[in-house]
């Protein structure tokens, strides 16, 4: 059955690969940050598997990597986009030379995903059985992002290593924000590991009249969007969120819809995930991935939604919940 | 119940507010929590370790690196940009809400992945809409900035305000998994289809809100304009 294990393995050769050019160019610091980037990748179900049998050291030896990719991520810099300005005039020669057969492989990217990711999930048994059935979109990305690897070489005529250092340019103009998302889900876990969430809960329980219903609501809503954007995520928030005002105080004093309470909770939550910079996959690694000198253009362009939207599903709360 | 693990939290507040670097933050954030919370270290290096291996599926998007790297080096990004001058009637509006509500809608259908900031909006979606919002006249260093993020919020937008629609979801999954573990039992179709009136109203209100900002490009065109004469 095909699993995410090799989809990960190449994730992590192309990460010790780039490692391998930056050591090669002395951008040493950045070839050390990769290095240890790719382990999690290269040695991640090993790692888990040790833990699980009771032998802890790998995993507190990748904790010690995830403090140093913190420490290095504060020291070290971005690569410059050095060249940019410099070839402007041959991408836009290749623009017109190859035309319209460059966005092919782009496009083959969310195609070859969903055509697998359909297959994968209402192919024919035998089909569907050669994915695991969780995660066969991720799977998919990276089986479509194989192929149109393949296709982009041969459309633009340069090598495997050219676009695998292409690759690499793109990923040392990331620096530190690719790490990011990773690092903000491991504090998720810290924090649900030594309680946060419940000392939150507590709190806000001491706080509102419970008697009242909007106040139990606006405490539930509000809340939602807070813990998410100290989180950085809705999942986090949610459980929370839930334990200390949604069950015990929403549904089962006031009785409201157990459904529509949990639905529209989740997605007052995601509010604030368009308001958070702790959300960094969605908010942070666009920016520079655009190259905006603002770090919070993103959050800007969406708070007005976020909080027309946010007024929207209290008032939908109100009205379906009850 | 302990309190002192909040601690953690007032470290990820102060260390943004004062703009340190978010990784660092996020790290330092993490060790106070735990040991505020008085885990041993050993049990805490553990602790982060697992948890930094059980979220890498977050880094997937790295895959799709060398491909859009490879193009971009080729001219991808101009291509695109000369592609969409081509067409004078695409307006900015009518290119960013057909792509809002085909997001929507395949997110609903479980196809979150498909697109996102480094597979589309980087390549396709930011130099496309660039292209539709000179079509009258060319863009200033601040308004393409402007538009770039709208076209990422777009993106955000779409993918959060659908993919709660879709049953095996992992948001659905956890809401019926969390009433399931207090004696609620909820069938996953109740959960997602109460998220269709949010997902509408997402629609709804983004739509208009890029309509405006259309309305605003052309108007502080039009002052420029009066201005020069």
Redesign the interface.
Known sequence: MLTLEPVYLLLGAFLLFGAVLDYRSRRRAMAVFWAILSLPFLAGDAILAAAREGSHWPAQAMGIGVIALGVMAALGGRRPSDDEAALEHTRRADAVRLGNRLFAPALLIPLVTLLVALAAQYGPPPVRALFEAKQSTLIALGIASVVAFAVAVRVTGAGVGAGLQEGNRLLDALGWAALLPMLLATLGSVFAATGVGDAIASLVAMVIPTDSRIACLLAFALGMVLFTAIMGNAFAAFPVLMAGIGLPLLVQRHGAHPAVLGSIGMLTGYCGTLLTPMAANFNIVPVVLLELPDQYAVIRAQLPTALVLLAVNIALLWLLAF | ???W??L??AV??LG?ALR?????V??????V??I??G?PL?E?????????????????????????????????????R??IAGFRSLTLPRLLVAYLGLRQL?SMF??????G????????L?PMSEAAAAQEEPLDEPTR??V??????T???GR??GE?VFLAF???L???G??AG?G?A?EPM??????L??AI??FT??AI?IAWFQRGLRRGSERRRDADA
């Not at chain 2, 996020?26 to 060790?31: M, R």
């Not at chain 2, 109740?190 to 998220?195: E, N, S, T």
């Open positions: 119940m302990n309190y693990p909040l953690g939290v990820v507040v943004l340190r670097n978010p990784a660092l996020v790290v330092v954030a993490g060790l929590s735990g505020a919370a885990k050993g805490l290096l553990d602790l982060l370790g697992t948890a930094f291996v059980n979220n890498r599926t977050l880094l997937l998007f790295v895959l799709t690196l060398p491909v859009i790297g490879l193009l971009e080096r080729h001219g991808l990004r101009e291509r695109a000369g592609w395949l479980g196809l979150i992945d498909l697109a900031h480094a597979q589309t909006v980087r390549p396709l930011a900035n402007r770039r993020a709208l076209a990422a919020a993106d955000n937008i959060f305000f709660d992992g948001a659905v956890l809401i019926q969390f009433y207090h609620i909820l109740a959960i997602a289809l109460w998220a009136p949010t109203a997402a209100i983004h809100r």
